[in-house]
């Protein structure tokens, strides 16, 4: 995606971020939507933040060894995500993820895992698998180097469809591990869950002995305070963290249950170590922009610039008889060019005109907007996004979508 192989074209080169913009080498200005993919919530390069990041740097980069900082933001994450009664710090989304499923295998003494196609989870082998020729029998690499062995462990099921997974634990009782899931998906563009999935896939589990990993690294901190569970009012046994958390810096999270988290290294046997986890850099980073983020009203005023955002591109696409379809949640948006009024799944997704994102995408950043530069990515409001942003933002969208 950074070197724009979905949308085609030479990728933009970025110096300088402040607020809601970009500016990129040649000097030009960007209203950005994507916030580094998901951490910037409170703007680039927002003062406490710096100051934060300046102040740990000054004391040390990072030692090694326990500090009070990475215990703050343990502090901080289990007040605002309740279910997650213990947590280890990690240094990306991809490690957060990679170590929950090596726990979740650990604890229940089950191999296979349950997954979504069109969630990503980050990068370890078994997580970038694809559906086969039966999506409930076989998951084939999705790379080169993911051993076919490992991959045929994965399920890779139709999100939303709880019936599938329903079928899938039939046919694999008492084999599966866990399920996990993008609670909204923001790596399929933006695919809010259908009234019951979540609360289905948590009975699924229970009635099954195997765990529900919801993967927060995009949606926690994001779509609301209390991520995704809190605004479904669902209960996973582990959530993934990341992006937000970091405040721009490279951090990921996992944690849950106490019983579950206990039977890690060192008072369990379940192995997990990282020479960076706990940065007290990052962790400053991120404490400062969670204080930013916890401020009364925040997601709120969030949630109202995504749907300013949504309606004003709906309206824009309506006056130029383009068919769109917009989603929202929280602080996470989507657009499809498709003349379905909601999309739920993974198909309809890649049924949509790609080729017309490709010309929007390109029109909206000579306009000066900078778009994720994928159809199948969620877009990022800030707290620095102002309302002539936004309707800025709207104004070129007119114009481009009368061109396209
Ligand atoms: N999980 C989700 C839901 C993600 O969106 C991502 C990254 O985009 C990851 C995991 C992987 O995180 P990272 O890129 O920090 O390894």
Not at 34 to 47: D, R
Not at 86 to 112: C, N, W
Request: hydrophobic share 45%; aromatic share 8%; net charge neutral.
């Amino acid at each position: 995606m950074r070197a724009f192989k979905g949308v085609g074209g030479d990728p933009v080169f970025f110096e300088r971020g402040q607020g809601a913009y970009l500016w990129d080498v040649d000097g030009r200005r960007y209203i950005d939507y994507v916030g580094s993919w998901g951490p910037m919530i409170v703007g680039h390069a927002h003062p406490a933040v710096v100051e934060a990041v300046q102040e740990a740097a000054a004391r040390g980069l990072s030692f090694g060894a326990p500090t009070a900082i990475e215990t703050e933001m343990a502090e901080l994450i289990r007040a605002f995500v309740p279910s997650i009664e213990k947590v280890r710090m990690v240094s990306s989304g991809t490690e957060a993820t990679m170590s929950a499923i090596r726990l979740a295998r650990g604890y229940t003494g089950r191999d296979r895992i349950i997954k979504f196609e069109g969630c990503y989870h980050g990068s370890g082998d078994s997580l970038l698998v694809k559906a086969g020729s039966s999506a409930l029998t076989l998951g084939v690499p999705s790379s080169p180097g993911v051993p076919a062995a490992l991959a045929n462990l994965t399920l890779n099921l139709e999100y939303n469809n709880l019936a599938q997974v329903a079928e899938a634990f039939a046919r694999h009782a008492d084999e599966i591990a866990c399920v996990i899931v993008e609670p909204v998906a923001g790596n399929m563009n933006c695919v809010p869950p259908i009234p019951g999935f979540l609360q289905g896939l948590r009975e699924l589990c229970t009635r099954h002995g195997a765990l529900l990993v919801f993967d927060e690294v995009m949606t926690g901190f994001r779509v609301a305070l209390g991520g995704a569970q809190g605004l479904y009012g669902v209960t996973p046994d582990l959530t993934t963290l990341g992006k937000v958390i970091g405040g721009g810096l490279p951090v990921g999270a996992f944690g849950g249950r106490a019983d579950i988290m206990d039977r890690i290294t060192p008072d369990g046997a379940i192995f997990h170590a990282g020479t960076l986890s706990g940065c007290p850099v990052a962790m400053a980073a991120g404490i400062a922009t969670l204080r930013q983020i916890g401020k009364p009203g925040f997601f709120e005023a969030l949630a109202a610039k995504s749907r300013t955002l949504t309606e004003g591109l709906l309206g824009a696409a309506r006056r130029a008889g383009v068919p769109l379809s917009t989603q929202s949640v929280g602080g996470m948006f989507g657009f499809f060019f498709t003349a379905e009024p909601a999309v739920t799944r993974f198909a309809q997704v890649t049924a949509c005109d790609i080729d017309r994102f490709r010309r929007f995408f390109h029109a909206m950043l000579d306009e000066g907007v900078y778009l994720a530069p994928s159809a199948y990515e969620a877009g990022f409001v800030s707290a620095a996004h102002s309302d002539v942003d936004l309707e800025t933002t709207v104004q070129a969208a007119r114009r481009a979508f009368s061109r396209l």
